[in-house]
Each structure stands twice: as structure tokens, then as C-alpha cells.
């Protein structure tokens, strides 16, 4: 099992750029495949962006592709997702979640991963 708490979200403008972290608990971290997941208000959550166990592979989502980049960092327990360019379309509470069952492959549905942060609200002004 493993825990993740999200840090890094907040106000900024259209244009701007944010990073959000990830930080996860145990020692089995590079046993999963990371997602961030992100919902607005009204809306279904939606997939945003992920990476396999190794870090060498990443999937995102076409309304993101060019001003995301996921990445991790094993030895830290920490996956991060750079959001540049960011317009108020992406204003939603963004989640990181733990794929314990892809191994080469990066999960976009939600259902495959079985561990959830509690979220952080990202907001972008026009």
C-alpha cells in the first residue's frame, strides 16, 4: 500500500507556469506507475498525464501534450507534473494516483489506479 499527499497548486495567471509534487510514503514507490488525474467543478475527472515505473515512458493527454511534462524521482518517492502555459481551461483540483498493475504500459483510466492523494486545487485567472 502506499499514501500520497499533492503540494504545489495555487493561483496564477494565464501564461503562468506551476509544479506540482507528489510525495509518496514506503519503500515500494518504483513498483508503480504514476498518473495525475485533475476534475473541475460540474465535470468528470479526466486524465492529465502519466509515467511508467522506470521514468523512461510518459503518456499525456491531448489537451495537455506540450505544456506538461511529467516526471519522477524514485530515490525521493516523488512524482511531479510542470505545467507551462497554463490557460484557465486547466483550473481544476489536480490528483496523483498509484498504477500497481502496469509494468511497461501507462494506464489513462482511472479505474487502474488503486491509490489516491487527497488533491490540490489549481486555479487560472484569465
Known amino acids: 500500500q502506499v499514501q500520497l499527499g499533492e503540494s504545489g497548486g495555487g493561483l496564477v495567471q494565464a501564461g503562468g507556469s506551476l509544479r506540482l509534487s507528489c510525495a509518496a510514503s514506503g519503500r515500494t514507490f518504483s513498483s508503480y506507475s504514476m498518473g495525475w488525474f485533475r476534475q473541475a467543478p460540474g465535470k468528470e475527472r479526466e486524465f492529465v498525464a502519466a509515467i511508467n515505473r522506470s521514468g523512461g515512458g510518459a503518456y499525456y493527454a491531448d489537451s495537455v501534450k506540450g505544456r506538461f511534462t511529467i516526471s519522477r524521482d524514485n530515490a525521493k518517492n516523488t512524482v511531479y507534473l510542470q505545467m507551462n502555459s497554463l490557460k484557465p481551461a486547466d483550473t481544476a483540483v489536480y490528483y496523483c494516483?498509484?498504477?500497481?498493475?502496469?509494468?511497461?504500459?501507462?494506464?489513462?483510466?482511472?479505474?487502474?489506479?488503486?491509490?489516491w492523494g487527497q488533491g490540490t486545487q489549481v486555479t487560472v485567472s484569465s
Open positions: 494516483a498509484a498504477d500497481p498493475r502496469s509494468i511497461q504500459t501507462i494506464a489513462t483510466m482511472s479505474g487502474w489506479y488503486d491509490y
